[in-house]
C-alpha cells in the first residue's frame, strides 16, 4: 500500500467514526471500473473497516457477479432496471450465480429514468420482490431522462417528488432506500425533506453514508468524500502513468533498430 491509499485508509476511517460513512463504492457500469482497481478500492475499504458495494454492467452481467464474489463485495447494484422483466431478470441471476454458494451478498437496483419510475408499482409487484434488498435512486441519469440539467438537480421539484414517490413506495414493500447522483452539501436540504425513516443512506461517487444520523452531517463531511475520490483518481493516474512508461525504453530502442536496418 502506498502513501497516497495510506491516506485514502485515514481519510476513510475519519469518514466511518465522525460521519457516519459505512461503505465505498466502485461501478463496472458508467465508472468503468478495472478490476485491478477493484482490488485496490477493496483492500483500502476493508483497511478502514467499511463495507464494498459493487455497480454490475446490467441486470444480467453474470461475469460481474462472479467478479463481485471474487472482491468479497457486501452488496451489488443493478443499473437501469426499468421493468419488472429486467428484474426478474436480475434475480434470477443472481439466484443461479450468486446465492445458490450460499452467498449473503445483498441485491439491489438503481431506479434512474423516467421509465423506471412510471413502472415502479409494477416492478414492485413482481412474486420474487422479497429477493431484493433495496433500491438505489439515481438522480443525475433521473435527471437527464427529463431533460433536467445537473445543476439543476438540488432545486429542481419534479426531482425531489419523484424521489419522495419511489422512496415511499419502496418503504411501503419494506425496501431498503439509497439515493445517489450529485450528492454534494448543497443537497442537504434536499435530503432532509424527505419523511422520517424514508431514506436509509446516500451516496456519493465514492462514499456512502448510513441515515438518519448523517443528515445532520456538516460541510465538512463532503469535502473528505471529495477529498478521498480525488486522492483516488490522483492514485490511477499515476498507476497507468507508471505503465504507460514502462516499455518506454525498449520501445525507442526497437523504433531506433527498424530505422537503422
Known amino acids: 500500500m502506498n502513501l497516497t491509499e495510506r491516506q485514502m485508509v485515514q ?54 457477479m462472479f467478479d463481485a464474489v471474487t472482491l468479497g463485495a457486501s452488496r451489488i447494484i443493478a443499473p437501469m432496471v426499468e421493468s419488472p422483466f429486467a428484474l426478474q431478470k436480475f434475480l434470477k441471476a443472481a439466484k443461479t450465480h450468486l446465492h445458490s454458494r450460499d452467498n449473503s451478498i ?24 422479497e429477493e431484493l434488498k433495496g433500491v438505489v435512486i439515481g438522480r443525475v441519469d433521473l435527471a ?16 425531489t417528488d419523484l424521489c419522495h414517490t419511489i422512496a415511499t413506495k419502496a418503504k411501503q414493500k419494506g425496501l431498503v432506500v439509497v439515493v445517489g447522483g450529485a450528492i454534494s452539501a448543497n443537497s442537504l436540504p ?14 456519493t461517487r465514492k462514499v456512502i453514508f448510513s441515515c438518519p444520523a448523517a443528515l445532520n452531517n456538516p460541510v465538512d463531511a463532503f469535502k473528505k468524500a471529495v477529498e ?30 527498424l530505422t537503422n536496418s
Open 11 to 64: 481519510i476513510l476511517s475519519e469518514l466511518r467514526s465522525l460521519y457516519h460513512v459505512t461503505s465505498v463504492k466502485a461501478e463496472f457500469e458508467a465508472e468503468g471500473t478495472r478490476m485491478d482497481e477493484a482490488i485496490r478500492l477493496k483492500d483500502i475499504a476493508m483497511q478502514a473497516g467499511l463495507h464494498f458495494n459493487l455497480k454490475i454492467g446490467g441486470c444480467e452481467a453474470v461475469r460481474d
Open 106 to 129: 445483498e441485491l439491489f437496483i438503481n431506479i434512474e429514468t423516467i421509465t423506471a419510475c412510471h413502472n415502479f408499482d409494477r416492478i414492485l409487484a413482481i412474486a420474487e420482490i
Open 144 to 159: 437527464g431522462s427529463l431533460g433536467i440539467e445537473r445543476p439543476d438537480i438540488d432545486s429542481n421539484q419534479t426531482i
Open 190 to 203: 434536499f435530503l432532509r425533506s424527505f419523511a422520517d425513516g424514508a431514506i436509509d443512506r446516500y451516496e
Open 228 to 257: 478521498f475520490e480525488m486522492l483516488w483518481l490522483q492514485n490511477k493516474k499515476r498507476y497507468y502513468s507508471h505503465i504507460s512508461l514502462e516499455d518506454e525504453a525498449r520501445l525507442k530502442m526497437i523504433e531506433q533498430r
